[in-house]
């Protein structure tokens, strides 16, 4: 086999309660990656459509990613790569997890997968390292594994693959701003009140609970971020409005993606997250900011691999 076609999907990461630890993947957008086996060493991305980023191996997280995995492989072949970009970097539903994540399943496939889905993310980590100066596995991992993952982080970290209720649906508005990763980091609070705390991690540990028993009206009362959408919210026009009216479309609870400005909202059966949707989009119209929405069962497979010769 010397070339890969697959899609990597978006993903969004924190989920209101599980800020830096708590991720799920979406299903219907994300980057086509071709991957091909070359003889000259090293990672060459050829081409990248879509999106202006960069084409060098050390300035594009597919790169760096995909470097780090043959380096521990001591491979002395190469690797090109074609991105096919259908997330916008930026959005704060994993763009740079996508390319990253996409990078090391397509090369460890082509090598005939010497490493699990599992041992793929340190290498997907350290594209993530590079978008954000943090090597975070709260969008990687779920893009590797499917469905919701959770984080523990550690020297010895633990990745662990949650189940995804049959029924729970997600429904995702991208507001077309520009949110610095940077602005939102800078807004957080660096210590927080016990009474807080406490909320916090009884509210996670609910929500991990109910995705296990399928309790979605556990799932609804557990999403709440009481230590970061409170400060984040801010630097999203029209949050509190698009909480709103996911609220009264009847979804289970909503929060921001990742580091936003995106902001998701989970919801029980298919109609309702298409209402939400449509609730979410109507509610940001008022504000006169262009958006992309996305209504996504959460995709519990992942990487999909397309076509391969
Ligand atoms: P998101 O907020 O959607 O998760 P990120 O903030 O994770 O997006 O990543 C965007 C950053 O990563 C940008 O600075 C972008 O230039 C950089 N980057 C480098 N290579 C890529 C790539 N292949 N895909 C997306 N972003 C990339």
Known sequence: MQEVRLFSPA??????CGFDVLGFCLEPIGDEMVIRKVSKPGIHITKIEGQNLPLETKKNVAGVAGLALLEAQNYSGGFEIEIYKGIKAGSGIGSSA????GAVFGINHLLGSPYSAKELIPFAMKGEELASGAAHADNVSPVLLGGFTLVRCGKKPD?????????LYAAVIHPKIELKTSDSRSVLKQK???EKAIQ??????ALVSGLYTEDYDLIGRALIDVIVEPSRSALIPGFNALKKAANEAGALGSGISGSGPSVFALCKGKDIAEKATHAMAKALGEYAIEFDTYCSKINTQGIKILSEK
């Open 98 to 101: 996508a390319s990253s994540a």
């Open 200 to 205: 916090q991690w009884g509210n996670l540990a």
């Open 192 to 194: 927080i009140l016990l």
């Open 11 to 16: 993903s969004v990461a924190n989920v209101s």
């Open 159 to 167: 990745v662990i693959a949650l189940p995804s209720p049959s029924e």
